[in-house]
Nanobody
Framework: VQLQASGGGLVQAGDSLRLSCAVS????????MGWFRQAPGKEREFVSS????????FYRDSVKGRFTISRDDAKNTVYLQMSSLQPEDTAVYFC??????????????????WGQGTQLTVSS
């Protein structure tokens, strides 16, 4: 299984950006997917997850109302649409595939396969 995250870049505060994560292999359909991020000097943290059907979505409090996770099973791709970006959103963003399908998964241990990360830098 390979996860390829893309879409990061340098933006200004208030801008929008969409991250994509293309998944090859069988660990996509029927599996929950998630996004995590790691800022410099900080531990990796949960950002958002989506269950296998795309119906249940979960977000950390600081991104609620600004970020939207979605998935396209036909393309084996999960997205993270981000708006009203703030400097504190600056981090390397990682996508991940869970071994599970329908719960609220926010722990790193819930996810078994990880992408390489894509850098998002938000300038003030």
């Amino acid at each position: 299984v390979q996860l390829q995250a893309s879409g990061g870049g340098l933006v200004q505060a208030g801008d929008s950006l969409r991250l994509s994560c293309a998944v090859s292999g069988r660990l996509f359909r029927g599996h929950a997917m998630g996004w995590f991020r790691q800022a410099p000097g900080k531990e990796r943290e949960f950002v958002s997850s989506i269950n296998s059907s795309g119906v249940r979505k979960f977000y950390r409090d600081s991104v609620k109302g600004r970020f939207t996770i979605s998935r396209d099973d036909a393309k084996n791709t999960v997205y993270l649409q981000m708006s009203s970006l703030q400097p504190e959103d600056t981090a390397v963003y990682f996508c991940a595939a869970s071994r599970f399908s329908n719960g609220n998964y926010q722990r790193e241990s819930d996810f078994v396969s990880w992408g390489q990360g894509t850098q998002l830098t938000v300038s003030s």
